[in-house]
């Protein structure tokens, strides 16, 4: 039932519908309105009760809507006269935008034959929705736009009229923009996109809007139309860093060129606006420029120079990031780099005060220099230890921060070291630690405490007699190890005694260089040996002295001829007068040629020569003893007055000889002289002069067998001299003998092989002139009538020199040999013992 309800309404609907068309068809002009559109076959009203025709005169009079040109878009219904859609009526095709549309029917009844004028209005239906020529439609509008701008947009078209066509527009929801809708003339609505609020590309670079129009029909339609709007840039936007303020740390030994940062800016704006370049900012100093690098399209920063903490510890760098747009616009931030400590600095030793030259005599604790220790790192890297050398006679003593002073720390000596150059070794405590020396030179000045010392403590001097006076003797030198005056030596010569005289009227020495200069020639046979004690002198305050003394050994030189003492006529020319008698057998000794040489050794050595004779064959000379003999015994014929020439020479270089001439008168009945030892001593008969012949003989062997007794035991102690010796004294022991002897004198020919020692006793200082007879052990005949033996005489003291002469300890006598025993005329000896040494 409920259905049926429904189809009820509907009925009644259309009921109501046509009632109104038959309303109108009442007022005299039928005319019916229907809406656009309705189906082929729809009613548009009851045409035949319009008119006023029963249901037959619809057949019977022929109803018909009069054809027209074109289309026929109604037609008469035969059955119940009612008129229908024959075709499909758009309004908007028939009438366009006008605003009503009616079409005028004519109706032809046929009996009579009317003609009747319909009205048909098309009512307009909604059936177009508004339309936007283009779907989208695109806009471009630059940032800086000021809002309130507005832009038209597109109408929307609706072939629709009346309240179905375009009513109003609406858009889609924009921040930006807001829809604006003009009235132009005609009542045309035209939107307006209009800026409400700046535009932000870098917040939304295209807006996209849809613009809708709505038309007022029922149901209603509507049209849409795209609007892009894309924002242009305009630089509006500063680049912007990432971070305002960058912290980076970086080790001040860095490599060059390493990248220590990289900063990074952003522009919100495009293209231009937006790309940046990095620079340090404009008031950046040099000194940064010149360690730092930045690289203006990456923003790295790397190292241009080195960095050093100790001089800048932190940088602060300003950088500007500018874009390309018009007007730029830049950014900024600031970095802060900060160095690390590395240690990287050697410390360093500052001489505070120069280094004092000390005086070798300070003591322990003497400041020499003041220095100070720095290091520029900081913490342990600049923690400074000082050190010195091991073995210095430094020391550092520390007095405020890494401040110290060096001092002695012990007794220095100028001789030993004369400039020290302190080397001061500082050590960081970095790791791994740096160190630097410093060496400080210090001098250490003089003072006068070494006395002058000559080379030597004695000098031997040989020097030969007859010397040219004024000539250098020789040349003494000292040396003294101080410095300056107090090394400035002069020589003198200490006063003594020589013969009676002061030494200085002998020698004399050059004070400057110490060459000793005789003023006199010497005579060996006066002076044999003297000493000068030698004086050296430094110039210090107060100033030392040292001495020496320069023995002075005269050497012999053969400057004496022999001369004849007997026969004693040699004061007359020479020449002496002998008597023989006839009947002198051979080997009748017819005198003795006696000479001395007051020159000593070999050129005292006599021997006798004949040199010339009347007759050769009846005499001859002894050549060591000068005893003049007869070969044979004189015959009657010998000429009785014989004259001889008897040469005597000694054995020096050059020989120096004499001669003495004996005239010899043979004589008949002359009795025998009683000089001739060798009859006397084999006749036993012949007792005159026998006793003095023993005498003599026994005298000079005792003398003999004490001189051998001497030198046995000479040569027993110097063979045991190392051992305490029983009769040996040492040269120390000798000392305490106060000797008469004291100038006995020991000639050693040192080069090659000891040949002979030359044994001289004797007090030589009083001795005023020496006479001397030597003879030779080696003589056929020895006449020991000259000697008087010396009970006094101390042959330690010859022992203990001999000892001490020898010219080192292997020297040993093997074998020795008296060659010959000189006896001074004042009880003095001279022995010449030759001796066969080991070397
Ligand atoms: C010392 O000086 C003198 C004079 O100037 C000179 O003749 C002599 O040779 C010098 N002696 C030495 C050892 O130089
Ligand atoms: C010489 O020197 C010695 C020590 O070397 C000393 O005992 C002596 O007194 C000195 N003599 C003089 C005269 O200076």
Redesign the pocket.
């Known amino acids: 039932s409920r259905r049926m309800g429904y189809r009820d309404w509907r009925w009644r609907a259309l009921w109501c519908h046509h009632f109104f068309l038959l309303w109108s068809a009442i007022n005299g002009l039928t005319r019916y309105s229907i809406p656009e559109e309705l189906k082929r076959g729809s009613v548009v009203g009851n045409l035949a009760r319009d008119l006023g025709l029963g249901l037959s005169d619809i057949f019977d009079r022929k109803l018909r809507v009069a054809s027209e040109a074109g289309k026929q878009y109604f037609s008469v219904d035969a059955g119940k006269g009612e008129l229908v859609v024959n075709d499909r009526i758009d309004r908007e095709a028939l009438c366009g935008q006008s605003a009503s549309c009616v079409l005028t029917l004519q109706v032809v009844t046929e009996n009579p034959l009317q003609l009747h004028r319909i009205e048909v209005e098309i009512r307009d239906i909604n059936d177009n929705s508004p339309i936007f020529s283009t779907e989208e439609r695109s806009l471009k509008i630059a940032e800086s736009t000021a809002p309130g701008i507005s832009f038209p947009l597109e109408t929307a078209q609706d072939q629709d009229v009346g309240s179905n066509s375009v009513k109003s527009y609406t858009l889609s929801k924009d921040e930006c923009f807001v829809l604006r809708i003009k009235e132009v003339s005609g009542n045309r609505k035209v939107p307006e996109l209009v800026l409400e609020k700046a535009l932000d590309r870098e917040k939304q670079s295209v807006h996209q809007l849809l613009l809708t129009a709505i038309d007022g029909g029922n149901p209603v339609k509507s049209g849409i139309t795209k609007i892009i709007v894309t924002v242009l840039d305009n630089n509006d936007n500063v680049p912007v860093f990432k971070r305002p303020l960058y912290n980076v740390s970086v080790a001040e030994n860095s490599a060059a060129r390493s990248v220590i940062l990289r900063v990074e800016a952003t522009d919100a704006d495009e293209g231009v606006n937006g790309e940046i370049q990095y620079a340090f900012s404009e008031h950046t100093p040099q000194s940064l420029l010149s360690i730092f690098h930045l690289h203006s399209d990456t923003g790295e920063i790397s190292l241009a120079g080195p960095l050093d903490y100790e001089s800048t510890p932190m940088h602060e760098i300003d950088i500007t990031a500018k874009d390309k747009g018009v007007p730029e616009m830049e950014g900024h931030c600031r970095v802060h780099v900060t160095v690390i400590d590395i240690n990287d600095n050697a410390p360093e030793i500052v001489l505070t005060s120069n280094p004092n030259p000390v005086r070798e005599d300070a003591p322990r604790g003497t400041v020499v220099a003041l220095i100070s220790a720095r290091d520029h790192d900081s913490g342990n890297n600049g923690k400074v230890t000082l050190r010195l050398p091991k073995n210095s006679p430094f020391a550092l003593k520390s007095s405020f921060s890494n401040n110290y002073a060096v001092v002695t720390s012990d007794a220095l000596d100028r001789e030993h070291i004369s400039e020290y150059n302190i080397e001061i070794t500082a050590t960081d405590s970095g790791s791994p630690p740096l160190s630097s020396k410093k060496v400080i030179p210090v001098s250490i000045t003089d003072v006068n405490d070494n006395p002058p010392a000559f080379t030597q403590p004695s000098y031997n001097v040989y020097l030969k007699e007859n010397g040219v006076p004024g000539s250098i003797l020789y040349s003494v030198s000292a040396t003294d190890r101080d410095f300056g005056e107090n090394a400035k030596i002069s020589y003198s010569i ?1 006063d003594s005694k020589v013969q009676d005289l002061s030494v200085s009227s002998y020698v004399y020495i050059n004070s400057d260089n110490g060459s000793i200069y005789s003023m006199h020639s010497f005579d060996y046979e006066k002076l044999k040996v003297f000493q000068i ?1 030698v ?1 050296a002198k430094d110039q210090g305050s107060p100033s030392l ?3 020496a003394t320069v023995h002075v050994f005269i050497l012999d030189q053969n400057d004496n001829a022999p001369a004849v003492i007997y026969p004693s006529s040699a004061a007359l020319g020479s020449f002496s007068q002998q008597r023989m008698p006839r009947s002198a057998k051979a080997a009748h000794l017819l005198t003795k040629v006696t000479a001395v040489d007051a020159d000593s050794g070999h050129n005292a050595w006599i021997s006798y020569r004949l040199a010339e004779a009347t007759d050769a064959s009846l005499f001859t000379v002894n050549l060591y003893t000068g005893e003049v003999r007869t070969k044979r015994a004189v015959s009657e014929q010998d000429d009785s007055s014989q004259r001889l020439l008897i040469e005597i020479k000694d054995d020096g270089e050059p020989v120096r000889s004499a001669t003495v001439t004996v005239s010899v008168l043979l004589e008949d009945g002359l009795h025998e002289p009683i000089l001739d030892l060798r009859q006397k001593s084999a006749e036993p008969s012949q007792k005159g002069g026998r006793v003095t012949l023993y005498l003599i003989v026994s005298l000079a062997s005792v003398s003999v067998l004490s001189l051998l007794t001497f030198l046995i035991l000479a040569v027993k102690c110097i063979r045991n001299s190392r051992s305490s010796g029983s009769c040996c004294m040492r040269r120390s022991d000798c000392d305490e003998y106060k000797n008469p002897n004291r100038n006995l004198q020991i000639q050693l020919n040192t080069d090659g092989p000891i040949k002979y020692v030359e044994v001289l006793g004797g007090d030589m200082l009083s001795q005023s002139q020496s006479f001397r007879s030597c003879m030779s052990p080696m003589s056929e005949y020895s006449d020991f009538t000259l000697i008087k033996p010396s009970s006094t005489t101390d042959f330690k003291e010859v022992i203990s020199v001999l000892d001490a002469s020898l010219p080192d300890s292997t020297w040993t006598f093997e074998s020795q040999q008296l060659l010959e025993i000189c006896l001074l005329d004042d009880g003095f000896y001279q022995l010449l013992i030759e001796i066969k040494s080991n070397k």
Do not use: E, I
Request: aromatic share 0%.
């Open positions: 200490l004690h004086q002295s040292g001495n």
